[in-house]
Every structure is written in structure tokens, then in C-alpha cells.
């Protein structure tokens, strides 16, 4: 039972990251329709940041709190300057997210070199529970996570910023004419779906290496969470991100590790055979006009 959850644990923290991402790509689908491929990339870029100001002598969570504003800056620039171009044809923002993520890796590849990141543990203590070790960075992850996913819903939920993105999700054009700025709002959002993903690179870096290519890796999954949820639903993409760390965590400890992907992505298939609109159900992804 320990080895069980000992295995839940650490897959949790995994988790935590996967959501942050999820979140980020299920609003910005959501109010825009904008699928950005490149979204794994801003995770990376969040993590090479944090990692170049720790080893710059900067503590870990002013790194943290730099690399969440550089990123939220790329992903306001790249909204304004290339998505807005493409909102009436999503096919083309795909495309083009696809080609920024190419890019984005080349640029970290010329920067920092195509060898991976890592840096010491931030915290560098472990907390024992009922004999099981609990890693204290973990655990600081997963409480961040959780505060980001309480302000993502209540803000959207309860505040009047929350509301009005809810009535631009339903119906752009009425929005608009109810004198609620929907182009305002998609880049917005876009900019706090950055920062999220900036957030997540740099509490990965705190646990595993970064390389320029771990963007690649991690939209797959972050893609697989909303999917799982329900595209365009918070709690959808909290939701599917605790059912893959739950598969994680049992392929780690009572499967084959190395086909932990392949699991989720079996899990993926299959709950959408059965709802392709996922678990939660979710939305078309309107257009801005």
C-alpha cells in the first residue's frame, strides 16, 4: 500500500504541471478557436529562463515569478503579431503554431545549446508521512497548482471579467454588441494561458531536466488533458490531468514505465470513442469576428 501511494504522489506533482498546460490550452481554444501547437514550447522557454537566472544567482522563486512575466510578454507579442492575423481561419493558426514551435526550438538550441537544463532542488527537503516520502518541492507544485486552478475558476465563475468571458465563449457577436471588448479578451486570455505555461516550465525544471525539445513531449499531453476534459472546460482539463497522473502512477509502479505515454494516449482514444466530447464536455471553440 505505501509502494501505491508512494506512486499516487509523485505522479500528483506530474500532474500539476500537465494542468497548468491544459488550462492554457483549453482557454485559449476556447474564446479564440486558436489551436497553438507552440504552447509546449512557451513551457520550455518558462524553463530555460528559470534556469538561466538560478544559475545567475537569482532565488528560485523570483526566477519563477521572471519566468511567468517573459513568457505571458511572448505570448502577448505572439497573439498581437501573428494568431489575431489568423482567428477566421484556424487551420492556418495551427499551421503557424507548428512553425513558431520549430523556430522557438532552434532559437533556444542556438542560446543555450541542444544540452539539457537542470537545476538543484529549490527547497531540498523531504517530508516523511505515514512512511511515505514526500519530496517537499513536489508538494509546493502541487499547492501552487491547486491555487492557480482556485483563482482560474473563480475568476471565471464569479467575477464580472469572468462572466463576460463566459457570454464571448457563447456568442461573440452578441458580446461584442453588449459592448464587452471580445478581441480585448482573446488576447487576454492568450497572455494568461502564456504565463500559466511559463509557470509549468519553470516548477519542471525544479523537478526533471529541461531540454529544447521537452516542448514537444509535453503539448502531446497537455493536448491529451483538454481532449480527456472536455476542450474549453477548466474543470474538464483539471480533471483529465488527475486521471493521467493516476495513470501514471500505476504504469511507474505496476506496469512498464517507458510505455507510460502510451497508456495515457490509449486512455485519451478511448474516452473519446465513447465521448468525443470528453468527460466533461466542452466547447466549439468560437471565432472571433
Known amino acids: 500500500m505505501e509502494i501505491f501511494i508512494q506512486q499516487l504522489v509523485n505522479s500528483l506533482s506530474v500532474a500539476s504541471v500537465t494542468i497548468l498546460i491544459g488550462i492554457g490550452i483549453t482557454l485559449i481554444f476556447g474564446l479564440a478557436g486558436i489551436v497553438n501547437f507552440a504552447h509546449g514550447e512557451f513551457l520550455m522557454v518558462g524553463g530555460m529562463i528559470t534556469w538561466f537566472l538560478v544559475t545567475s544567482g537569482l532565488n528560485f522563486f523570483a526566477a519563477l515569478l521572471g519566468a511567468m512575466i517573459l513568457v505571458g510578454a511572448l505570448g502577448f507579442i505572439a497573439e498581437r503579431g501573428l494568431f489575431r492575423f489568423t482567428l477566421e481561419r484556424p487551420m492556418n493558426g495551427f499551421i503557424m503554431s507548428i512553425g513558431m514551435s520549430v523556430i522557438l526550438q ?3 538550441i542556438r542560446i543555450f545549446n541542444e544540452v539539457q537544463k537542470t537545476i538543484p ?38 467575477s464580472r471579467y469572468g462572466m463576460a468571458l463566459r457570454a464571448s465563449i457563447a456568442d461573440q457577436d452578441t458580446a461584442a454588441l453588449m459592448g464587452i471588448p471580445v478581441r480585448r479578451y482573446v488576447t487576454g486570455v492568450f497572455v494568461y494561458g502564456s504565463v500559466l505555461a511559463g509557470l509549468g516550465g519553470a516548477l519542471m525544471i525544479a523537478l526533471f531536466p529541461i531540454t529544447p525539445f521537452t516542448g514537444s513531449v509535453v503539448i502531446i499531453r497537455g493536448f491529451a488533458v483538454s481532449l480527456i ?20 502512477g500505476l504504469s511507474a509502479g505496476y506496469g512498464f514505465p517507458e510505455w507510460t505515454d502510451a497508456y495515457s494516449l490509449v486512455v485519451m482514444i478511448a474516452i473519446l470513442i465513447v465521448r468525443p466530447q470528453g468527460l466533461f464536455g466542452g466547447t466549439l471553440g468560437p471565432r472571433s469576428t
Open 121 to 158: 532542488d529549490p527547497i531540498g527537503k523531504v517530508w516523511v508521512i505515514g512512511g511515505v516520502d514526500i519530496i517537499a518541492m513536489r508538494g509546493v507544485v502541487v499547492a501552487l497548482t491547486a491555487v492557480v486552478v482556485a483563482i482560474t475558476y473563480f475568476g471565471i465563475s464569479r
Open 106 to 108: 532552434h532559437v533556444v
Open 229 to 248: 476534459g472536455g476542450l474549453g472546460n477548466v474543470g474538464g482539463a483539471v480533471g483529465g490531468g488527475l486521471l493521467l497522473g493516476l495513470v501514471d
